[in-house]
């Protein structure tokens, strides 16, 4: 949520920080703005609108050697130029970027005008500026340093100064920021990927750190000027991950790739000679997983669809009592850590800010707590007790599609390595083995069926309400196809339990509003049929979601999109493949930015 960036160096700063701020664009598209440094003086360039249209009114000769940028998913303030970052003091010799919320910006607003600050936005990040401002004394590290304890909340900064040329100052409280070295020049950046087309060297910033970067290196402290040492990381992606390679959008490509990142998200981790699932990270001895009494799942979005898919296989599976709870709901609700529960956090960023505050919660309270994380080094991997990184590679497409299907990857092997751990057999756990084994050959048939997928999308998208529906292990399925179609396409959709619907949606059944049945050919296969009928009586269209090779279901559905034949563990990756691809050719018919979506941003770090 909202991306900065910053370099100082020998390039045209300008054009770092746009090739930047496109590559964190993802973050945050409403408005975006640059800084850039030349001879004691600065000059912003900001607006509303993606970074496409801010380039186009960047002067081609703006010259400069460093600065910041800002690509904004706004909190305070509407959507237009002046909200837009960089803010600059009253002088315009100051000049920061933000993203977090600062929770006590009016106080500090007020008392800042009534010091004669005139402020020029409606948001909480200008404050900063001013405050900065009012505490230079001719050392902007030091005037952030005193700032920092004053600001409540949570931010990653970043700040430059007219009078001190080619430096920038960074502050990290809540709000993810890493700086990358390369010759010569050096770069921070609220994500790696801003950085990744000039270095693979960077340092993750921990909250309460202070980073001063010049073109030649950087020191990190804190505010009382303690000296820290960090760790200089290497960033593993490639490039080509974070490029379309030859797709039209970022969320085919990543649909697409889903046989090689489940493939990625297993690879090691089979252990075929004791049948169970081999997780290194977790961090617990043979006899804590076995005290394991209880798994508590805590995640929000496509994520908290994950934890629900895996609760309910926890339990049926490995014979564990498990939950699946919103994580901005546990952070509040007092939680209760019971003994010898083991929770999980769910979060593909890792910096999800609601995910983040229930594992601080939690951890307060005694819990033990591993996450399940895409971005290596990001924060919720940094302050876990252990985990598992899923390997999907980057996701770019705001819309999660490849890292839930990783994120299953790792906790069906993590279900197995429990089961075998109690009461599930050799023979038992090599079927299931097998199968997990066999998940990217399936996805890959089912992506085969695209065009009979997109045919149904083009058919129905026109319809302004949509139903989806499913049963055991693909309930959470269902949500999660209405969720990326509300998401992507902007229809209304509402999953539910197939079992719910007589309880009230199916008030909502008419010839206009579709239902979508996942009809998996598992044990509770006649209940959804039986719902089908329900729905079929009252005139409603119905999309199946099918085996090969069951003719019953085409005397019901209007149109069935079939997927393979799988161990019934399988269908929840089956079917939500087909979803992600209905969703995004329904989304793309009617000429939807699939990518990034209106309103929504990739990695949401304020509450
Ligand atoms: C945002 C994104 C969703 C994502 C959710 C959780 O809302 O738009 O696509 O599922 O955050 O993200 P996380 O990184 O914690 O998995």
């Known amino acids: 949520m909202c991306g900065i960036v910053g370099y100082c160096g020998v390039k045209q700063a300008s054009e770092v920080l746009l090739e930047g701020l496109k590559r964190l664009e993802y973050r945050g598209y409403d408005s975006a703005g640059i800084c850039v440094g030349e001879g004691g003086c600065l000059t912003t360039v900001k607006c509303k609108g993606k970074i496409r249209e801010l380039r186009s009114i960047v002067p081609v000769d703006l010259k400069g050697t460093y600065g910041i940028g800002h690509t904004r998913w706004a909190t305070h303030g509407e959507v237009n130029d002046q909200n837009a970052h960089p803010h600059s003091d009253c002088s315009g010799n100051i000049s920061i970027v933000h993203n977090g919320i600062i929770e006590n910006y009016s106080v500090l607003k007020e008392k800042l005008q009534s010091d004669g600050h005139v402020f020029k936005s409606d948001t909480d990040s200008e404050v900063i500026a001013h405050l900065v401002s009012s505490l230079y004394t001719g050392d902007l590290e030091k005037a952030v340093k005193l700032a920092a304890p004053l600001l409540k909340g949570t931010y990653g900064i970043a700040c430059v100064h007219a009078d001190e040329p080619g430096v920038i100052i960074g502050a990290r409280n809540g709000s993810p920021l890493v700086l990358g070295i390369g010759n010569d020049e050096m770069f921070l950046a609220s994500d790696v990927t801003a950085m990744m087309s000039y270095t693979r060297q960077a340092v993750y910033l921990e909250d309460g750190e202070i980073v001063r970067i010049d073109a030649h290196g950087y020191t990190t402290s804190d505010v009382t000027d303690r000296a820290i040492t960090k760790k200089i990381e290497h960033i593993d992606w490639e490039l080509q991950e974070i490029e379309k390679g030859g797709f039209p959008t970022y969320m085919e490509k990543e649909i697409f790739e889903q046989p090689l990142s489940v493939e990625r998200a297993m690879k090691g981790r089979l252990d075929k000679e004791i049948a169970t699932g081999h997780l290194g990270g977790l961090n617990m001895t043979s006899s804590e997983l076995l005290n394991v009494e209880r798994v508590k799942l805590v995640a929000t979005g496509t994520s908290y669809h994950a934890a629900m898919v895996a609760a309910y296989l926890l339990e049926t599976v490995a014979r564990i009592p498990s939950t699946a709870e919103l994580s901005s709901e546990v ?10 529960a083991l929770h999980f956090v769910i979060s593909q960023s890792g910096e999800t800010a609601d995910t983040l505050y229930a594992m601080r919660e939690l951890q307060r309270k005694g819990a033990r707590v591993l996450g399940i994380c895409n971005v290596v080094g990001s924060t919720i991997p940094r302050e876990s007790d252990g985990g598992v990184y899923i390997h999907s590679g980057p996701e770019i497409a705001v819309a999660s599609t490849k890292a839930f299907t990783s994120q299953l990857t790792a906790l069906y092997l993590f279900t197995l390595l429990m089961a075998r751990m109690r009461h599930l057999s050799f023979e038992a756990g090599s079927r299931i083995l097998e199968a997990i084994e066999s998940l990217p050959g399936l996805i890959a048939q089912v992506l085969s069926n695209a065009d009979a997928i997109k045919t149904v999308a083009h058919k129905y998208c026109a ?19 209405a969720l990326k179609l509300k998401e992507i396409s902007y229809i209304h959709a509402e999953g539910y339990s197939a079992a719910e619907i007589k309880h009230g949606p199916i008030a909502l059944i008419n010839e206009e ?15 959804v049929i039986t719902s089908m009928k329900e729905v079929k009586a009252r005139k409603g269209k119905i999309i199946a979601l099918a085996v090969n090779g069951h003719g019953d279901i085409d005397e019901i559905a209007d149109d069935i999109i079939y997927v393979p034949k799988a161990n019934d563990i399988l269908y929840p990756f089956l079917m939500v493949v087909p979803l992600q691809l209905f969703a995004y050719y329904c989304a793309r018919k009617l000429g939807r930015d699939v990518d990034q979506p209106r309103n929504l941003a990739k990695s949401v770090t304020v509450e």
């Open 513 to 527: 509003t579709p239902s979508m049945f996942l009809v998996p050919d598992d044990r509770l296969r006649d209940k």
């Open 463 to 481: 319809h302004g309400n949509f139903l989806f529906l499913g049963r055991g292990l693909n309930y959470p399925v269902a949500l999660e196809g």
């Open 331 to 340: 952070r509040y609700k007092n939680p209760v850590v019971e003994r010898n």
